[in-house]
């Protein structure tokens, strides 16, 4: 069988708040966790079974974005207007 690796991305939106796991590869699909290892053990099983009950053979074919690494951090800033920075569709 293929092995496939599959970026996910952990967010925590406060201290003490549950991991959030999302695949960019797969918009829509999210799972948590109350720790990190917690998070990423569900994503797997998350994976695994979706992957699993696929039956357009997508598992077979699938091409995702490879990272070794990825963070996401916020910066605050003292003024900031929406409006003039929002990309129109």
């Known amino acids: 069988?293929?092995?496939h690796k599959i970026t996910v991305v952990?967010?925590?939106t406060?201290?003490?708040?549950?991991?959030?796991?999302?695949f960019p590869a797969f918009p829509g699909w999210a799972t948590?966790?109350?720790?990190?290892?917690d998070a990423l053990r569900l994503a797997k099983e998350l994976v695994e079974l979706n992957l699993a009950?696929?039956?357009e053979g997508y598992?077979?074919?699938l091409e995702v974005a490879r990272a070794s690494f990825a963070?996401?951090?916020?910066?605050e800033v003292e003024k900031f207007?929406?409006?003039r920075h929002t990309r129109k569709a």
């Not at 406060?14 to 999302?22: C, I, R």
């Not at 948590?32 to 290892?37: F, K, L, R, S, W």
């Open 71 to 75: 963070a996401i951090g916020e910066v």
């Open 14 to 22: 406060a201290p003490g708040d549950p991991y959030v796991a999302t």
């Open 1 to 3: 069988m293929k092995r």
């Open 59 to 61: 598992s077979d074919n």
């Open 81 to 83: 207007e929406l409006s």
């Open 10 to 12: 952990l967010t925590q």
């Open 32 to 37: 948590q966790g109350d720790t990190v290892e």
């Open 53 to 55: 009950e696929d039956e």
